[in-house]
C-alpha cells in the first residue's frame, strides 16, 4: 500500500511563493507518475500538474503555467510543487497523487493513490 503525505500548505498574500511537498512510502516511487490536483469547497477536483516516472514529461494547467514548477526526487521519494506569484484564486486543497501507470495524467480516474491534502490559502 502507496501512503502519500503533503506539506507546505499555509496561508500566504498574493504574489507570494510557497513549496508542497509529498513524500511517498509503501512502494516504487520512482515507477509511479506523480500529479498535483486541487480542490475548492463546493467545486470539482481539478487538475494542476504533472510529472511522468523519470520527470521526462511535465504538464500544466493553463492557469498555472510560468507560475509553478512541478519537480521530483526520485531518491527521496518526494516530489514538489513552486508556486510562485500566488493569486486569491489558487485558494485550495491540494492533493497529490501517484499512478501506476508511471504517466503524467490529467485525468483523475487514471491516479491510484492519494494523499490527504494540505490547505493554500492566499490573501489578496
Known amino acids: 500500500q502507496v501512503q502519500l503525505v503533503e506539506s507546505g500548505g499555509g496561508l500566504v498574500q498574493a504574489g507570494g511563493s510557497l513549496r508542497l511537498s509529498c513524500v511517498a512510502s509503501g512502494g516504487t516511487f520512482s515507477s509511479y507518475g506523480m500529479g498535483w490536483f486541487r480542490q475548492v469547497a463546493g467545486k470539482k477536483r481539478e487538475f494542476v500538474t504533472a510529472?511522468?516516472?523519470?520527470?521526462?514529461?511535465?504538464d500544466y494547467v493553463d492557469s498555472v503555467k510560468g507560475r509553478f514548477t512541478i519537480s521530483r526526487d526520485n531518491a527521496k521519494n518526494t516530489v514538489y510543487l513552486q508556486m510562485s506569484s500566488l493569486k486569491p484564486e489558487d485558494t485550495a486543497v491540494y492533493y497529490c497523487a501517484a499512478s501506476l501507470r508511471g504517466s503524467a495524467s490529467q485525468t483523475e480516474s487514471d491516479y491510484d493513490y492519494w494523499g490527504q491534502g494540505t490547505q493554500v490559502t492566499v490573501s489578496s
Open positions: 510529472v511522468s516516472w523519470g520527470g521526462g514529461h511535465i
